[in-house]
Each structure stands twice: as C-alpha cells, then as structure tokens.
C-alpha cells in the first residue's frame, strides 16, 4: 500500500488542521495514506483532555482548542511536525501501536544523531536522560488517523516554561539543538519517514 509523501513547508496549524479533518472525512477504502511534514508559526495547543489550568503564561502566542488526545503542548518554527493519514482498519493497526511506531520513529531517528532516547509507559513521547523531546497525539475518525508527532529540533524552547507540558508542571523538555546536533527539519524527517514506510509496508 503506497503513502504519499507531503512537504508543506511552515504552515498556519488551524488551517492544517482543518485539511487534515477534510482529507479524512472525504477518503474511502481505495484513498491512499498520507504523511505530512510541516512545522507551525508559534501556537499552544490544547487537547481533548487538556485543562486550561495547564496554560500558566500563554502571552501573546495564540491557544487553540483542538480534536487531537492529550494535554496542552507548543508548536514553533524550528520544530519538525509529522502528520500521519492512515487507514487503520485497512493496515490492521490498532491506535496503542500507532503511538508506538511514531515514537520508535523518533527514538530511531535520534539514534542516527548519536542521541539515546526512550519512551515512557506512564507518559507517551519521547525522552532524552527524563526531558521531553518528541510528542504524540492522534486522532481516530471512520478507523483513520490524523495529527501525528511532533519532534524538538531547533526551535526556541523557552515558551514551554508558559505551560505544564502535557500536563505535567516538572516536566522539563528538549531539543536537538539543545544536545549540540544541527540540521535542518526537511532532513531530519527523512529517517523518520523511511522507518514509518518501512514498518507499515
């Protein structure tokens, strides 16, 4: 089953977000799947079982409401954003190991760069020595999934310290810049793309 590839550059998230709602809702059995890479203008986002009390000093950088699982997290320019439109029914995937493929993508990924990463059982994402540097979050609709991950690279982390992280108010975060490795976000999301091809073909 082939998946398109999609390089959308820096993309309003309001607008992906309802591109990905409308190619979710028109596809059908024969729609093949879809991965997008993009990164966002600066902009919390708050899931569906986020808690407003999470958002400490959002300032000036707008927070939207959205259909995603999970709390409250941030977007900015430098951060890789990876969207997956997958049938699931079709691939015979379950959610519980959607979430895991995509942060073994990352932890993969990171490999490649000389960085130990790991995931959490009580938390989903990724970790670097207990910071968070890659997240999840997934929707299901019609057995198909939209949102996807999002991975730390180069992108100002200071606006993190205006939430509770994914609902947790210690948890401090990440990136690849941070841990001294440099590169740009359309080649960081190669490797990342080529594990996710490869394990769902």
């Known amino acids: 089953m082939a998946i398109t590839i999609r390089r959308l550059g820096r ?20 729609t093949a799947d879809e991965l997008w890479i993009t990164e966002h203008p600066p902009v919390y986002t708050l899931g569906l079982s986020g808690k407003r009390e999470h958002l400490l000093e959002p300032g000036n950088i707008p927070v939207v409401e959205t259909d995603r699982g999970g709390q409250v997290t941030y977007h900015g320019p430098g951060q890789l954003v990876l969207y997956v439109l997958l049938n699931l029914t079709r691939r015979k995937i ?14 993969a990924c990171l490999a490649e760069y000389g960085i130990r990463a790991a995931s959490r059982a009580d938390a989903p994402g990724v970790y670097v020595s207990g910071r968070k ?24 982390l200071q606006p993190f310290s205006g939430i509770d992280t994914c609902g947790y108010p210690d948890l401090q975060v990440t990136s690849l810049a941070e841990l001294g490795v440099f590169i740009k976000n359309q080649e960081l999301a190669i490797p990342i793309v080529h594990y996710l091809k490869q394990r769902l073909s």
Not at 11 to 30: C, E, N, P, S
Not at 94 to 107: H, P
Not at 138 to 153: A, F, P, Q, V
Request: glycine share 8%.
């Open 133 to 156: 540097i890659g997240s999840v979050g997934l929707r299901i609709k019609k057995g198909c999934s939209y949102h996807g991950l999002s991975l730390n690279n180069q992108l100002q």
């Open 94 to 107: 379950g959610i519980r190991d959607l979430v895991t493929l995509l942060e073994q993508a990352m932890i």
């Open 11 to 30: 993309q309003d998230y309001r607008q992906t977000w309802q591109a990905m709602q409308d190619f979710t809702l028109k596809r059908d059995a024969r």
